[in-house]
Structures are given as structure tokens and as C-alpha cells.
């Protein structure tokens, strides 16, 4: 039996062909493709200002720290969300807060921020969770800067307004299994020219007048060349996932089990079910068919943090299930998933 992965990039001859001209070229580090595709992402987003990094963590450490944000300062976060933005928070020196979130769209709930928010906040790491844009009118009504998390989100839109557009600025990751991929990769986009200006000269450290700390947190163009091709490519790959949640929709709709939300500008980086139980027992089920499945959050912020009183993330965490979506995914394989979900003892069809 074959198993279906959770999540896999989609690559082809065009990535392997742009990496191996970098690579005869032999100039293989930061570099024209890194710059053409800083050029190309912002011009994507109609923003002014992009700067390639690292990863996505390098990206949201590096806006923290150009911000001023550090010691002494909280930065509000989600806190259902990977642990990489409590780490580029602490490693800013700053406190992270964690805020409970929205059941509906695993986004921030403004009204739990509004309670968070305190004389030391200097920023609010929103986060575009599974692909659909959160609230950002509510958030930006707050007066905090806000900084959007769009890891999951590239190309999403919130009333045809673009992900990563919004905030003071904004960071991507382009890890292997997001919806467009270097590799390992990141980029920050801002409107503010001094404000990228700032992350790219803590970017790289050599041929500074001071000896300030700075960092290597560039990308190469070896990975730039992968996610200019990617980038060309990423409309198509989010029509593609747009599909599969089309069916997985028509396949659960009037079943128990809970269902993202059915907006336009979502671009399902996930689909995530929410179950009436425990998620653990049923993806060690669906793992017995060959259907690898996740909790699609490893461990929720306030739990790393020994806080209590996060009700709504709890229950995220606990009931959440993510199913394979990707543009790879064939027919035979989606048919093969909604079989699979359809027969969990959860997912009957209401009375
Ligand atoms: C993946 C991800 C990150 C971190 O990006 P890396 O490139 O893996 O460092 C940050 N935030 C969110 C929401 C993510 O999904």
C-alpha cells in the first residue's frame, strides 16, 4: 500500500535547471538571484521593500530587533502557533505574551489582544494560520504595530486585500513543505525603506565601519533560484490546492466534523478538521491506511510557557487534524483520503 504523505514540495526540471546554472556559474552565494528575487516578490506584493534571509525565524528575529524591539518590551503572539515565534521574540530579549484565538479561523482573537496589551507592548506578531489572513481591521484598530506572520499565507488575501501588505512589515518563510519553497529560506516586506535598509545591514556582518553585533542570516542564490521558479509557479500550486479543498468540502459538509473556513482568499496551506475527540488515536488510524496525518500545531505557545487559561488553543491543539493537501496530490489519493475520514467514527452525518 502506498503512503500518502502529509505535506511534500512540488518540484520539477525548471528548479533543477535554475539551480544548476547557479551553480556553473560558480556564484553560488548572496548575489543577483537573490536580488532578482527580492525585485520579483515585492513587485508580487506591490510592496516597496523585500530582503531575503535564512529561514522564516532569521526574517521575524531581524524585523524584531530593526524595530527596536528587546529588553524590557512584550510582543503579543498567538498562541496556537509554532514555536519559532517565541524563540525570535526571546532571542530579541524581549517577553513573549501569548493571546488565545478565534475557534473559527485559528487566528488571533482581537479581543483576547485587547486584554494582553499592556505600557511595555511594542509589537503583535499576527499570524495568517493555515493559509486564511486574519483579521487584520480588527488588529490594526488596536494602535499597536503589527507585524504580519504570512509563513503560511503567500498570496492569501483577506477582502482582496493581498496577505503581508497590511502591517508595519512582513515575513515569509520558504521552508521545504510551504506553499512556495527555497529549501530553507525567508524574506521580510515592508513599505519602510529605512526599516528594510536596517535588516539588511544586520543581515550580514563583513564590511561594516562598526563592529556592532550582526549576524549571517543570508540567503544564497542557489536557493533564490529555486523561488524565483517557485514564485512564477505559485498561482497555479494555490488553484491547485483550492481544488482539493473544493472537495474535501463537498466530501464533509454536512458530516460532524468541523471545517476551515470557506473564504476566497484562503489558500489552504492546511486543511485542518476539527474532531469531537482527541486527535492522537485518529491519525495513529488514519496512519494504519497509509494516510499520513498531524496535529498540525506541535505543541501550543502557553504550554511551552507552563501558562494556564488558553481555552480555545487547548482546544485547537487537542482536536485538530491535518490532512494532506498539496498539488501533488493525485485523484486516486484524495479519493482514498475522504474514504478514510468519512468512515472515522466522529465524522457521521448530523440527525
Ligand atoms: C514555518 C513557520 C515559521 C518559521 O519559518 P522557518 O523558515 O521554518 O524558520 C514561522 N511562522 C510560521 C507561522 C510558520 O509556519
Not at 122 to 134: D, E, K, S
Not at 253 to 261: I, K
Not at 286 to 306: N, S, T, V, W
Not at 320 to 345: E, F, G, H, K, N
Request: net charge positive; aromatic share 6%.
Amino acid at each position: 500500500m502506498d503512503v500518502i504523505p502529509h505535506s511534500r514540495p512540488t518540484l520539477g526540471g525548471k528548479e533543477a535547471k535554475a539551480v544548476s546554472a547557479v551553480i556553473r556559474s560558480a556564484r553560488i552565494a548572496q548575489g543577483e538571484k537573490v536580488k532578482a528575487l527580492e525585485e520579483a516578490f515585492s513587485s508580487f506584493l506591490r510592496v516597496s521593500q523585500a530582503a531575503c534571509t535564512s529561514s522564516g525565524t532569521s526574517a521575524l528575529y531581524l524585523v524584531l530587533a530593526a524595530m527596536g524591539v528587546g529588553p524590557g518590551h512584550e510582543v503579543i503572539i498567538p498562541s496556537y502557533v509554532c514555536a519559532a515565534l517565541l524563540h525570535a521574540v526571546r532571542l530579541a530579549g524581549a517577553a513573549a505574551v501569548p493571546a488565545d484565538i478565534d475557534p473559527n479561523t485559528y487566528n488571533l482573537d482581537p479581543e483576547d489582544v485587547r486584554r494582553k496589551i499592556s505600557k511595555k507592548t511594542r509589537a503583535i506578531i499576527a499570524v495568517h494560520l493555515f493559509g486564511m489572513t486574519a483579521d487584520m481591521d480588527a488588529l490594526l484598530s488596536l494602535g499597536i504595530p503589527i507585524i504580519e506572520d504570512c509563513a503560511q499565507a503567500v498570496g492569501g488575501t483577506r477582502d482582496g486585500r493581498l496577505a503581508g501588505t497590511m502591517g508595519r512589515a512582513a515575513v515569509f518563510s520558504f521552508y521545504a513543505t510551504k506553499v512556495m519553497t527555497t529549501a530553507e529560506g525567508g524574506m521580510v516586506v515592508s513599505d519602510s525603506r529605512a526599516l528594510v535598509e536596517k535588516i539588511k545591514d544586520l543581515r550580514e556582518y563583513d564590511k561594516k565601519k562598526d563592529c556592532t553585533p550582526r549576524f549571517n542570516y543570508k540567503m544564497t542564490d542557489v536557493h533564490a533560484a529555486i523561488g524565483l521558479v517557485q514564485l512564477r509557479r505559485l498561482e497555479g500550486f494555490i488553484a491547485k490546492r483550492r481544488i482539493i479543498a473544493g472537495f474535501y468540502r463537498r466530501a464533509f459538509d454536512g458530516t460532524r466534523l468541523g471545517l476551515p473556513p470557506n473564504d476566497p482568499g484562503h489558500i489552504y496551506f492546511r486543511y485542518v478538521l476539527g474532531l469531537n475527540r482527541d486527535a492522537g488515536p485518529v491519525i495513529r488510524a488514519l496512519r494504519e491506511k497509509g494516510i499520513e496525518c498531524a496535529r498540525p500545531i506541535y505543541r501550543p505557545i502557553h504550554d511551552c510557557m507552563g501558562l494556564k487559561g488558553y481555552p480555545e488553543s487547548q482546544t485547537a491543539w487537542r482536536r485538530s487534524l491535518s490532512i494532506p493537501i498539496y498539488p501533488t496530490l493525485r485523484r486516486a489519493d484524495i479519493d482514498r483520503i475522504i474514504a478514510a475520514v468519512r468512515s472515522l467514527p466522529g465524522a457521521r452525518r448530523k440527525d
